[in-house]
Nanobody
Framework: QVQLVESGGGLVQAGGSLRLSCAAS????????MAWYRQTPGKQRELVAR???????NFGDSVQGRFGISRDNAMNNMSLQMNSLTPEDTGRYYC????????????WGQGTQVTVSS
């Protein structure tokens, strides 16, 4: 059973930094795209950053230039480096992974809370 486990969330002051990690485990063949999404109450889940297996990345407009995403294919994990955080970055951050070769499935973690105080 595939599991995605996030870590690294917490409370930080505006202007600060946090690093989130996502570890995938359990019956994994190949992890294709991985991504971070975030959700705040009353809003739809939005893409924060995405990274392909070959390392291509794209970012949400609001985090471009402030966040970085990386992954380790051998270790089946991914990180999100968040810099220059603002209160608008507050939300629950979810790890996403598309896994499989011929049959591909989407998986989500339980999320980790990030709160940025002003």
């Amino acid at each position: 059973q595939v599991q995605l486990v996030e870590s690294g969330g917490g409370l930080v002051q505006a202007g600060g930094s946090l690093r989130l990690s996502c570890a995938a485990s359990g019956g994994i063949s190949v992890i294709n795209d991985m991504a971070w999404y975030r959700q705040t109450p009353g809003k739809q889940r939005e893409l924060v950053a995405r990274i392909t297996r070959t390392g291509s990345t794209n970012f949400g407009d609001s985090v471009q230039g402030r966040f970085g995403i990386s992954r380790d294919n051998a270790m089946n994990n991914m990180s999100l480096q968040m810099n220059s955080l603002t209160p608008e970055d507050t939300g629950r951050y979810y790890c996403f992974a598309n896994i499989g070769i011929f049959r591909k499935f989407d998986y989500w973690g339980q999320g980790t809370q990030v709160t940025v105080s002003s």
